[in-house]
């Protein structure tokens, strides 16, 4: 569903609590297709609810569960565009990219994938302001 509303944000936004509670719930599963989903659908919930989104998945790098880890950066992936650039300090690029150092094997795979990801096609790193970070 959150896919289908990428360009009209306007359209879900009035559900986007309901959405965002839901996904939530499921950042932990077992199953590696169920977090595949979430990660996608919190991405794109980031490209209607960018600040709030990114937030959470901010936070949930310090979670103590690997897999709630390893979803947020994998949906940090999917988050990438031109509406959530701005949202994108820095420092919380940094926060993002530190976990490349993660304990889990799962999350250093989703912080290669997205790392791979931002320099590939992303532009971020291009950015002035997140250049620094490539020093």
């Given amino acids: 569903v959150v896919t289908c509303y990428y360009g009209r944000g306007d359209e879900i936004k009035a559900y986007t609590e ?3 509670e839901g996904l939530v719930k499921h950042t932990d599963s077992k199953e590696d297709g169920v977090r595949a989903e979430v990660a996608e659908c919190l991405g794109g919930l980031a ?3 960018p600040e709030k989104t990114i937030r959470f998945l901010e936070k949930s790098i310090a979670a103590k569960a690997a897999y709630t880890r390893a979803v947020a950066v994998a949906a940090f992936r999917y988050a990438l565009d031109q509406k959530t650039r701005e949202h ?3 420092v919380r690029l940094e926060i993002f990219l530190s976990t490349l150092k993660d304990k889990d094997i ?3 795979k989703q912080a290669v994938l997205t790392f791979q990801d931002i320099l590939v096609n992303s532009q971020l790193m291009n950015l002035k302001k ?3 970070l490539l020093k």
Avoid: A, H, L
Wanted: charged share 35%; hydrophobic share 40%.
């Fill in 18 to 20: 309901d959405i965002f």
């Fill in 47 to 49: 490209r209607i609810e």
């Fill in 88 to 90: 994108i300090t820095p």
């Fill in 106 to 108: 799962e999350v250093r």
């Fill in 130 to 132: 997140n250049s620094v």
